[in-house]
């Protein structure tokens, strides 16, 4: 099923209308798609590399856009939706420790995800459920998001053709190593946070045991 969808997914990267898969897909991936923009991005960046920055702001403002969907139902959707999406997507086990860390640090947490693989969509819909103040939120997603899709662009730009062809060849690989990345994630946070860090990090893996 992983390599169906993303298959159907690159196809999309070659349509007519390319623009607006990749806006499509930036968008429902930040509130509860499982397969990330970027490898739709990075082959555009590679048949039109002067557009590398079009494609890109693209891909953040939809990106930002599908966030506010995930805040929506984080914040109204929970019980009923939030949820049932959380668990489709393996989240749910991740959702207690990205709401503490949410509560302890705010829009640090969503601009620093930009440099980390954390799934924006789990930030999205936790942001939501703590009511985290709608304007921080979009702020704060708005560099994160530029960060992760500018950073895309220009590294396949250089170096497209390896990366796209270790993805078709590993696909299952290359998603194990995700999942792995979502926990160091984790664990990057919180050593960019510096002092005071280590409270904060026993407070959220306890958290985890909640819920």
Not at 177 to 187: K, R, T
Request: glycine letters at 10%.
């Amino acid at each position: 099923m992983l390599r169906r969808l993303y298959e159907w997914t690159m196809a999309k990267a070659s349509h007519p209308h390319a623009e607006w898969w990749l806006a499509l897909f930036a968008f429902v991936e930040a509130s509860f798609f499982p397969i990330p923009p970027h490898p739709v991005l990075g082959l555009m960046c590679l048949a039109e590399p002067k557009k590398a920055v079009r494609f890109a702001t693209i891909a953040t403002l939809s990106s930002v856009a599908g966030g506010v969907l995930g805040y929506a139902i984080g914040w109204g959707l929970y019980d009923t939706l939030g949820k049932q999406l959380l668990d489709w997507l393996g989240l749910t086990a991740s959702f207690p420790v990205a709401a503490c860390y949410l509560r302890e640090y705010g829009a640090e947490i969503i601009m620093i995800k930009g440099a980390t693989p954390i799934p924006f969509k789990l930030l999205t819909i936790t942001a939501g459920f703590i009511h985290m103040n709608l304007l921080t939120f979009v702020l704060a997603s708005i560099v994160s998001r530029s960060i992760s899709f500018m950073i895309v662009g220009v590294l396949f730009r250089l170096f497209g053709r390896p990366i796209k062809a270790f993805i078709d060849k590993y696909l299952g690989l290359a998603t194990a190593g995700f999942a792995v990345l979502v926990v160091a994630g984790f664990l990057a946070i919180t050593l960019l946070e510096g002092d005071g860090s280590g409270e904060v990090k026993a407070k959220c893996e306890a958290a985890s045991t909640v819920a």
